[in-house]
């Protein structure tokens, strides 16, 4: 069964460090998210693609958060500094936006902890 | 702009028992509906979706949801909780127009108890 792929699970960095993400959504998917869920709350949405454009970046902390999706495949997300409220999953999803198949598949998300 | 409310932070229920997981939505058109399921340290997993037609629809592992236009409300249920339900549940809505992205709730934690 096909799936989202990210990496590291796992992420410490300390503070004012750079630390990236990276995702590799299910072939054929066009559309990319990358979502941020702190702790005991729901995913919020930090940017979305089509192909290798973004849709919606309009959450994005722009001033330190950056992504991007090259060849409209796989994406880098990017936090330069990072700030200890930066600490959360990171959560990437795809979804190939049919009018029946709009429902998004996640991948296993990224735990960064910010020291 | 779309949101949705989980009125519930947890639900607790005996092993066996029915169990309901409540969700209501706004948003300013026609939505897709749809319910996920975390669990600790996982990403979210797709349990069921409403796009159109019968207002019930039946998802993974027993659970149905069923779409109440009048109400708004897209409540999650399961006949019969299993122990291995216990998990946090997130109900998550989309626009029809345009390409919209999810937009989930808060959550629920559900704990089923042998």
């Known amino acids: 069964e096909a799936e989202v792929a990210q990496s590291p699970r796992y992420k410490i960095t300390e503070k004012s460090q750079a630390v990236a993400f990276w995702c590799d959504p299910i072939s054929g998917h066009a559309t990319l998210y990358w979502y941020r869920q702190i702790l005991g709350q729901g995913p919020e949405l930090l940017v979305q693609?089509?192909?290798?454009?973004?849709?919606?970046d309009s959450q994005l902390p722009k001033d330190r958060f950056s992504a991007e999706r090259l060849k409209g495949v796989d994406s880098t997300l990017k936090i330069q500094p990072a700030e200890l409220g930066d600490s959360a999953m990171y959560l990437c999803?795809?979804?190939?936006?049919?009018?029946?198949?709009?429902?998004?598949?996640f991948g296993q998300g990224t735990r960064l902890t910010v020291v | 702009a779309q949101s949705v409310a989980q009125p519930e932070d947890q639900v607790n229920v005996a092993e066996g028992n029915p169990l309901t997981v409540k969700c209501t939505y706004s948003?300013?058109?026609?939505?897709?509906l749809f319910w996920y399921v975390q669990y600790p340290n996982r990403g979210l997993q797709f349990l069921l979706k409403?796009?159109?037609?019968?207002?019930l629809v039946k998802g993974s592992y027993g659970f149905e949801a069923e779409f109440n236009k009048s109400q708004t409300s897209f409540h999650l249920k399961k006949p019969s909780a299993l122990v291995s339900d216990s998990a946090l549940y997130f109900c998550?809505?989309?626009?029809?127009?345009?390409?919209?992205?999810?937009?989930f709730g808060k959550g629920t934690r559900l704990s089923v108890i042998a």
């Open positions: 998550a809505v989309r626009d029809r127009s345009g390409n919209t992205p999810l937009v």
């Open positions: 948003v300013s058109g026609n939505p897709y």
């Open positions: 693609f089509q192909d290798e454009s973004v849709v919606d």
């Open positions: 409403y796009i159109t037609g019968d207002n």
């Open positions: 999803a795809s979804s190939n936006d049919s009018p029946l198949n709009t429902e998004a598949f």
